[in-house]
């Protein structure tokens, strides 16, 4: 593996347990020292970062005693899981945007390539003690993100985000859920099966190592993650101080496309979605208008992040499902992993890799190739940039009167 | 009564019956040549406006055999209504704004002063065939207003409208129907005890002469007349293409405030509203959202309209319901009523225009002197004009988080 080397891995997952997630001082000592030379500083066996206060290194050395980032790499091994670092093809650039408070790194289960199935996705978010309405909104919004080809991201959490990554998975699609403790720990407690299904089909990530636990300000702290990963954030009900909202203003920091879906003003867990949308995030009402809000084409790639790789690059189980891929005409995911000799799971999540490269698409259940003009010869068209509208017009869509 | 003259009040009578509402062609014949001149030229009996063709003219002659003006004052002042012109002290200038498409004249039933409760007036329109959420959201809001001082204006149509007036009508509160057919005209025929109502607790008014009937594209000019009038348009359930949306929009081009209530995404009967949200206009839960878009003190006399009346100018019947007023704490309707000897309906009536004025407030069920520095003196304060603010951050207002 091209990227960070076995030193820098180590020093980035000794500080996923050596300080909490997001803090931007250690980010800032991170990019000042390096990673081994920062592990070494905050653990006693070197120089301290410039600044340091004593009670902060005196939580990092207790912290240090239980420090084993061989041991947490191993465990992540041993479940199929590993450790992304900034650095290695498969790290979501995008987290970059977060400047001193990126991840040190991100724990990983799951076969899916994160990076490119973070440039097409999209955050579900909302409600633990969602109404009817909430979940059936957020489940049809993940089924209909992943029958247009887009991965839905949320944490896993009771109620909407439940609702939206079981709602990716019913559709055969894809969904990232990015937890606030560890990748091993299934937290809340019933959804143990759904993180197993998710781990399965579709990705599971983390800051936290190995066994880490949630706390309230891990959660919050979560939540800038999926903002910055994903190319815009939906919120499904929320009260007037919620997760839900800080994950959207989030995102809307970074850039990213602000949605939310309203519902009854007799619902006080839509009133914290329509303070969203006073305050200026746009209205959705279905995945089609959430898709043309963060689909246009030439968003994809974003700039600076370089071209996304050529055919001739493509992994080799990636290459085998483009290669089943019929010339003309769709094919099912079960018949595509049937003929490129993998198993249904492995080949959806090529399938949206591919996707996210301008390789293929889906229609419904079928993908097929794009039409000539998108396809893409050594780097895909997506990776040139088009501006943003600036504004949209459904009526001229919907004709209204 | 000052004002246009007998010539003018009939030559605008007439006109009503002539011309269709909000023909501007005609508005501008009407301003080049006065509406003495201009009935001559239509009937015949004088030189034709410059450029009329002769299938208009041959129109206006074939109306013009059954004109009878005199007779329609006549059946006005039967019902106890009376007919406003341009000029008049009661006409509400706010309808200038529409320029060559205002009203020939209004045909009113009602005693309140249509110009007063037009000052501080909202609109609440929607869907005909709205949910139990549409008429439950529409009835709350018109409460809502109604108590706290503001003048509910709709089109007495069923669902969001009538929902709307009997919300204000319950709360005691003044309420205003703009009719597409004769103010003796009870349409629909389901709310001919609504329209009675209003007639005797607020107002009904119409472009239409008496008797005139509703057609399909009436109901689309008395829309004009609806976002004119008032400060503002709620809509409250409305499918893509309704006239409720063409009331908003006028709104807006007229420089009103422009709201929209959600509703569930799973419901047809919001896409309209969210559909409107989408271009811009303002999202409301309920009457705080709405007085706190409509009811910067400043706006409530519009400029270049010149001072609203002194103390001393006060109607007798005004005059006496202010008296009735305790110097401190506030009185029900019922006890000004009786200290003014007047009916309760007549009190409220007084109570709304000098709330309009400036003079008293209404706080619940209670009417009240307001505070000091409030007071007006000759002219109130509320003539001065503020600058509307660029936008609301209702989580300051609320704390969100």
Redesign the interface.
């Known amino acids: 593996m091209t990227g960070p080397g076995a030193e820098e891995r180590l020093a980035r997952a000794a500080l996923t347990r050596l300080a909490e997630p997001g803090d931007e001082t250690v980010g800032r000592w991170l990019r000042e020292m390096g990673a081994p030379a920062l592990v070494r500083g905050l653990t006693g066996a070197g120089p301290p970062p410039k600044g340091a206060r004593a009670e902060r290194l005196a939580g990092c050395r207790a912290r240090a005693e239980t420090l084993d980032p061989v041991l947490d790499l191993k465990t992540l091994a041993r479940l199929g899981g590993r450790f992304l670092c900034p650095g290695d093809t498969e790290w979501p650039t995008q987290l970059d945007d977060l400047g001193d408070a990126r991840p040190f790194g991100l724990w990983v289960r799951g076969s899916p390539d994160v990076r490119l199935w973070a440039l097409r996705s999209v955050a579900v978010v909302g409600a633990r003690a969602c109404t009817d ?1 909430g979940s ?2 957020a489940a049809l919004l993940g089924a209909g993100l992943a029958e247009r080809g887009w991965a839905v991201v949320s944490g896993a959490a009771y109620g909407v985000d439940g609702a939206a990554h079981r709602g990716a998975l019913a559709a055969g699609g894809a969904t990232m859920a990015v937890l606030a403790c560890g990748v091993d720990v299934p937290y809340p407690r019933g959804h143990t099966e759904l993180l197993e299904r998710i781990t399965r089909q579709g990705l599971v990530l983390a800051e936290l190592p190995p066994a880490g636990h949630p706390t309230r300000s891990r959660f919050v702290l979560r939540n800038r993650v999926i903002a910055a990963l994903t190319r815009g954030t939906v919120v499904v009900e929320a009260e ?3 997760g839900s ?2 994950t959207a203003r989030r995102a809307r920091e970074l850039g990213r496309h602000t949605m939310g ?6 619902s006080g867990l ?3 979605v ?2 969203l ?3 200026g995030a ?2 959705v ?2 995945a089609d208008d959430v898709t043309e809000l963060v689909g246009g084409m030439g968003e994809l790639a974003p700039p600076r992040r370089g071209p996304v790789v050529p055919r001739d690059l493509l992994a080799p189980a990636a290459a085998k499902v483009l290669e089943a891929i019929p010339g003309t005409g769709g094919a099912d995911p079960s018949r595509i992993a049937r003929d490129a000799c993998l198993s249904r799971d492995h080949a959806v999540a090529r399938l949206y890799e591919l996707q996210a490269l301008g390789f293929v698409e889906r229609q419904g259940d079928q993908w097929r190739l794009p039409a000539p003009a998108h396809t893409p010869a050594t780097a895909p068209a997506s990776t040139s940039v088009t501006p943003k509208p600036p504004g ?4 001229m869509r ?4």
Chains 1, 2 share one sequence.
């Open positions: 309405y059936h909104v007037y101080r919620s909202l800080v879906v309203p519902g009854p003003v007799t839509s009133a914290g329509h303070e949308l006073r305050e746009e209205l009402t279905d949209r017009h459904p009526g919907r004709g209204g009167a």
